[in-house]
């Protein structure tokens, strides 16, 4: 049995795979029981360490199991998430960013009804700008109706193969062609007839992280930055309202979609990889949703505390344990707990929370007044960090300005507001490397302990 093909199809062509730079990993360490019984001891035995790397990883000892406690009640765990444009935290005016702006001001314009939200087929936002060239690359909605190539565009969107509309399947050919039909096809007439498009220019986020701002703000003083100066400055948009568990659905549904095509298991390697395919590239409208900065006195601590815990529960140990960061803050040999005894600067002598999905990013950024931050992994897939030595951070800072010039040019404060993201690729090359080095981690729930067992990490 024979397969014919049409002379002039082309064999698809593969996307070239981007190559991640060779990072030295992070210092990680294994306290003991003994050893793990006083944190700010065990930080301080191995503090000249860190600091060469400044970023490690500490594997709790088998005996310390702190529970997750908010898998316990996932519904009982309401948020609003920010939205992150991930192809904009490099690249502010990214193509899929004008070509949007452009797209929005041709409905203005007409008094056409462009929805608001970016389509979603099958669990996965639709990049507008690739099917826009995917039909006008097969000669308009015309053609391809009549070849019947909205399967093929589907695939080449990165679609999968079949979605849910309305309690009726339907291939998600049929859904592409829905999408380009609302979205696309008076815009991909009028270019056509050769109108020209103007932009409205590029989308505006007002919010943005207010750091190196807190403890001043604790203090009634409204800190480096206030919500007028955020209004202009790139940030991230206003997310939808989630549950631990509708927001765990949203994001596993995404990352299957994402690697629902591959053949072979997922890496943190490949995560990464995509990541910052993505950012790098710009050329992919990417946009992710992020629970971040959930205070946890108003949210709730993925911690056991006298709130959640009660007195009688096996877990009530870990309501006092120095390691539970609700404590950690305050305890003895903290020096917030001079500056703040009661833990009323958020984020700084109280926890945040944080609920990420694929791709949801913590930017870079230089710690809130040069002090050290903790971040415990309750749950979920492995997170990647980067870091740098603390004595390297201002020329860190200059290979930022280095990288992103036009983007300091339009914000001064660029670094404080943690949205934007740089390659280590460049901290791999140049000046930079013969004076410091970018060290990597890859933070998980469970991983190999040296004494064979699946720790928490």
Same mark, same amino acid.
């Given at each position: ?45 191995? #503090? ?41 935290? #490099?690249?502010?005016?990214?193509? $899929? ?31 507008? !700008? ?28 990165k679609v999968g ?30 270019? $056509? ?10 989308e505006t986020f ?11 703000? $604790? ?13 202009? /400055? ?30 072979? /298991? ?20 990417? #946009? ?10 108003? @949210? ?14 096996? @877990?009530?140990?870990?309501? $006092? ?47 809130d007044n040069y !002090?050290?931050?903790?971040?415990? @992994? ?35 404060? !660029? ?7 740089? /390659? ?34």
């Amino acid at each position: 049995m024979g397969v014919g093909m049409k002379a002039e199809e082309k064999e698809e062509e593969k996307e070239e795979e981007y190559v991640l730079p060779d990072l030295p990993e992070a210092p990680v360490f294994y306290p003991t029981m003994a050893e793990f019984q006083d944190p700010h001891r065990y930080i301080d035995s191995i #503090r000249e360490i860190g600091e060469k790397a400044g970023i490690i990883k500490i594997v709790p000892p088998k005996e310390w199991n702190s529970p997750f406690m908010i898998g316990k009640a996932p519904d009982d765990f309401q948020f609003q998430t920010c939205v992150q444009a991930v192809d904009q935290l #490099r690249r502010r005016a990214s193509p $899929a960013t004008k070509f949007l702006a452009r797209l929005r001001a041709f409905h203005k314009l007409r008094s056409l009804n462009l929805p608001p939200e970016t389509p979603v087929v099958d669990g996965r936002q639709v990049d507008l !700008l690739a099917l826009h060239k995917a039909v006008d690359s097969r000669g308009g909605m015309k053609s391809v109706d009549h070849a019947k190539k909205w399967g093929e565009i589907a695939t080449e969107v990165k679609v999968g193969s079949k979605a849910s509309s309305g309690g009726h399947t339907m291939t998600n050919g049929q859904r592409m062609r829905e999408v380009f039909r609302a979205y696309l096809e008076k815009f991909g007439e009028a270019l $056509a007839l050769g109108e020209k498009m103007d932009d409205e220019g590029e989308e505006t986020f007002v919010k943005v992280r207010q750091r190196f701002s807190r403890m001043s703000a $604790a203090s009634g003083n409204a800190g480096e930055e206030g919500e007028d100066d955020a209004a202009d /400055t790139f940030g991230f948009g206003e997310g939808a309202f989630h549950t631990f568990g509708s927001f765990k659905k949203r994001a596993d549904g995404f990352k299957d979609k994402w690697f629902g095509s591959w053949d072979r /298991t997922v890496t943190d390697e490949d995560i990464e990889r995509e990541y910052w395919r993505v950012v790098d590239g710009g050329d992919l409208m990417l #946009r992710v949703e992020y629970g971040n900065d959930l205070d946890v006195q108003s @949210h709730g601590s993925g911690f056991p505390t006298a709130a959640n815990t009660p007195s009688d529960s096996p @877990h009530a140990s870990f309501v $006092a344990s120095p390691w539970n960061l609700n404590n950690l803050p305050l305890s003895d040999g903290s020096l917030l707990s001079y500056i703040s005894p009661d833990g009323e600067i958020s984020g700084v002598s109280a926890p945040w929370v944080y609920v990420g999905m694929l791709f949801a990013s913590f930017c870079w950024h230089n710690e809130d007044n040069y !002090l050290y931050s903790i971040n415990y @992994h309750h749950f979920g897939g492995g997170k990647t960090w980067y870091g740098v030595p603390g004595p390297s951070a201002h020329d860190f800072e200059k290979v930022f300005h280095e990288e992103v010039p036009e983007l300091f040019e339009a914000d001064p404060k !660029l670094l404080f507001k943690l949205c934007t993201m740089i /390659t280590p690729k460049v901290l791999k090359s140049g000046w930079w490397q013969a004076c410091s080095r970018c060290f990597r981690a890859v933070q998980e729930r469970c991983i190999d302990n040296h004494d064979g067992q699946r720790r928490s990490d």
